[in-house]
């Protein structure tokens, strides 16, 4: 199947500043890209869809000034955790999709504030 | 909206048995993909099988099946001669066909006895 790398895996960050998390899909062209937030024992929770050239759509409730999404090209999303505080601690999971594929996992990444 | 619900929040299973996973789904759309994932410990999302709604034959991937009812929205998901390797959580997701937004279920945590 096709690969989708996420980076970093895991990053410590201090409280205030901001981390950006990248979605590679290596192997294919992703004409969408999409942003999950994974709490311990739950599901996954959609936070954003990215297009490639476009804004991103966000999901109720969660707030875009805090999580930027850049979607620059069709192999490279970001999402850009800016003033960082505990409470965003979380796992992060980016997925990709090209034209009549369906969608494939990044890896994950570990994000911990103090 | 369309909603999927897992309602077996833990599931165990003797090795070289048979289990089966349960997943309904709710929405008004005809055409449509579904799919089960696993996620081991690693938290990596794999795809285990998908079913697209227009297809009435059930989808099999080696020891993996599924038992697609549309008119009941019921979607299973049967492991046949379970490994201690298919210990995991499963996820049971829809696709909306015009965002391509996954929607998932809480989730099963299957435990696999040896």
């Known amino acids: 199947g096709a690969v989708v790398s996420q980076h970093p895996s895991w990053v410590i960050c201090k409280s205030g500043t901001s981390v950006k998390i990248e979605c590679r899909s290596l192997?294919?062209?992703?004409?969408?890209m999409f942003w999950y937030r994974q709490f311990p024992k739950q599901s996954l929770m959609l936070m954003a869809t990215?297009?490639?050239?476009?804004?991103?759509?966000?999901e109720q409730g969660v707030e875009k000034d805090k999580f930027l999404i850049n979607h620059a090209s069709l192999t490279l999303s970001t999402l850009t955790v800016t003033s960082a505080h505990p409470e965003d601690s979380s796992f992060y999971i980016c997925?990709?999709?090209?034209?009549?594929?369906?969608?494939?996992f990044g890896q994950g990444t570990r994000l911990t504030v103090v | 909206a369309q909603t999927v619900t897992q309602s077996q929040p833990e599931m165990s299973v003797q090795e070289a048995e048979t289990v089966t996973l349960s997943c309904t789904y709710d929405?008004?759309?005809?055409?449509?993909?579904l799919f089960w994932y696993k996620q081991p410990p690693s938290r990596q999302m794999i795809l285990v099988i998908r079913?697209?709604?227009?297809?009435?034959q059930n989808a099999t991937e080696n020891r993996f099946s599924v038992n697609f009812q549309k008119a009941a929205k019921s979607f299973s998901l049967k492991i046949s001669d379970s490994q201690l390797g298919d210990a995991a959580m499963y996820f049971c997701?829809?696709?909306?066909?015009?965002?391509?937004?996954?929607?998932f279920g809480t989730g099963t945590r299957l435990k696999v006895l040896a």
């Open positions: 192997d294919f062209q992703a004409t969408t």
């Open positions: 997925s990709a999709k090209g034209a009549g594929t369906e969608a494939f």
């Open positions: 079913q697209e709604a227009y297809k009435q």
């Open positions: 990215s297009n490639e050239g476009s804004k991103a759509t966000y």
């Open positions: 997701a829809y696709e909306d066909s015009g965002t391509y937004k996954y929607i």
């Open positions: 929405t008004s759309e005809s055409d449509y993909y």
